[in-house]
């Protein structure tokens, strides 16, 4: 069965840092691009980041970029966001995504449930 299950979320005050990761089953992890969404009360779902299959291509929402950075361990079947100088804007909660496999049709998209990140002081 595909699993995707993210942990590290919590509360953190304004400026500190956390770390999420994700960690995935029952795919070819290697052969999935991986995302990163949030999602905070009554507003859409979005984007955070993205990384390539082969985690050298990365691309960020305008409102993290420079702040968080998306990796991932292919051996480990891990994905990660690091979240730094967070804001209590950046409160929701995330979701990591597998979109492939590259190069491949059909496509498929996995989502986890979900992990809580709370920034308040």
């Known amino acids: 069965q595909v699993q995707l299950v993210e942990s590290g979320g919590g509360l953190v005050q304004p400026g500190g840092s956390l770390r999420l990761s994700c960690a995935a089953s029952g795919f070819h992890f290697s052969s999935y691009a991986m995302r990163w969404y949030r999602q905070a009360p009554g507003k859409e779902r979005e984007l955070v980041a993205v990384i390539a299959s082969a985690g050298g291509d990365t691309n960020y929402a305008d409102s993290v970029k420079g702040r968080f950075t998306i990796s991932r361990e292919n051996a480990k079947n891990l994905v990660y966001l690091q979240m730094n100088s967070l804001k209590p804007e950046d409160t929701a909660v995330y979701f990591c995504?597998?979109?492939?496999?590259?190069?491949?049709?059909?496509?498929?998209?996995?989502w986890g449930q979900g992990t809580q990140v709370t920034v308040s002081s």
């Open positions: 995504n597998a979109f492939g496999p590259v190069f491949s049709s059909p496509t498929y998209n996995y």
